[in-house]
């Protein structure tokens, strides 16, 4: 990270709607402080996100699916995914890709939904 701050690795607690501000957040949890962040997702994410961790697989692959197959497919590990900023809610999240020829950095958009089923198993959110 920039300025030499150090990861805080989180659990994806759940998708939740705000009713007073009816908007869809993504609670993230940090253990070692206890703290509980909430990130704004649309409904599509939010939906994608409370299927997975449901454990309901659908009869074709999701978007986050794919993409993880694509990735595997291409002999590339995601090492993890980050949220780099927090502006008013909404996150910017990058994620670190390995392959045999290096290492990367990308930001695709609603990276909290696409990382899905693989993802949460081998890298940190």
């Keep these: 990270m920039a300025n030499g701050e150090e990861l805080v690795t989180v659990e994806v607690v759940g998708v ?5 501000a009816d908007e869809l957040v993504v609670l993230l949890f940090d253990p070692a402080s206890s703290l509980v962040v909430p990130i704004l997702v649309g409904p599509a994410e939010a939906s994608a996100i ?4 449901a ?3 659908p009869p074709r692959p999701m978007t986050h699916d794919l993409i993880c197959s694509l990735l595997e ?3 590339t590990q995601l090492m993890r995914v980050e949220i780099t900023s927090l502006i008013g809610g909404c996150s910017t999240p990058s994620w ?3 392959t045999a ?3 990367t950095r990308v930001r695709p958009t609603g990276s909290l939904s696409r ?3 693989r993802v949460r198993s081998c890298a940190r959110l």
């Design 16 to 20: 939740r709607q705000h009713v007073a």
């Design 101 to 103: 020829l290096g290492s």
């Design 55 to 57: 454990g309901v697989v």
């Design 96 to 98: 670190s890709c390995r």
């Design 73 to 75: 497919a291409c002999g």
């Design 115 to 117: 990382s899905g089923r």
């Design 50 to 53: 409370a299927t997975v961790q």
